[in-house]
C-alpha cells in the first residue's frame, strides 16, 4: 500500500527552522521525482522545491531559495525539507508529493501539481512575527 507520511510541522517565531520529514511506503523515492508543496488558507498549493536524485536535479521556488533545502535518504525511503529563516508568510499547510514522470519539472511551471500522483497529507507550519 502506498503511503506518504509528513511529519516535523509546528509553530516557530521568525528566524526560526524547522525540518519536515516525508516517509515513503509502497514504493521507491529513488525512482520518482519527489517534492514539497505549501498551501495557505484561500490561496492555491503551490510548489516549494522537487528533487530527483537519479537526475541530480533540484529545483526551488524563488520565495525559499537559499533558505530551503531539500533531501532524500534513500535507504530510509525518507524526503526532508530543511526549512531555516523562517517568515511569516512561509505558514502554511506542507505536503510531500511525488511523480512517476521519471524527470522533475521546476516548481515555476503552471500548475506543476499537475505532474505528481501521490501525496501525504500534510503537516502544519505557522510563523509567527
Known amino acids: 500500500q502506498v503511503q506518504m507520511a509528513e511529519s516535523g510541522g509546528g509553530s516557530v517565531q521568525a528566524g526560526g527552522s524547522l525540518r519536515l520529514s516525508c516517509a515513503a511506503s509502497?514504493?521507491?523515492?529513488?525512482?520518482?521525482?519527489m517534492g514539497w508543496f505549501r498551501q495557505a488558507p484561500g490561496k492555491e498549493r503551490e510548489g516549494v522545491a522537487v528533487i530527483y536524485s537519479r537526475g541530480g536535479t533540484t529545483y526551488y521556488a524563488d520565495s525559499v531559495k537559499g533558505r530551503f533545502t531539500i533531501s532524500q535518504d534513500n535507504a530510509k525511503n525518507t524526503l526532508y525539507l530543511q526549512m531555516n529563516s523562517l517568515k511569516p508568510e512561509d505558514t502554511a499547510m506542507y505536503y510531500c508529493a511525488a511523480a512517476s514522470t521519471g524527470w522533475c519539472p521546476h516548481v515555476n511551471t503552471g500548475r506543476v501539481t499537475r505532474y505528481f500522483n501521490r501525496w501525504g497529507q500534510g503537516t502544519q507550519v505557522t510563523v509567527s512575527s
Open positions: 509502497g514504493f521507491t523515492i529513488s525512482s520518482y521525482c
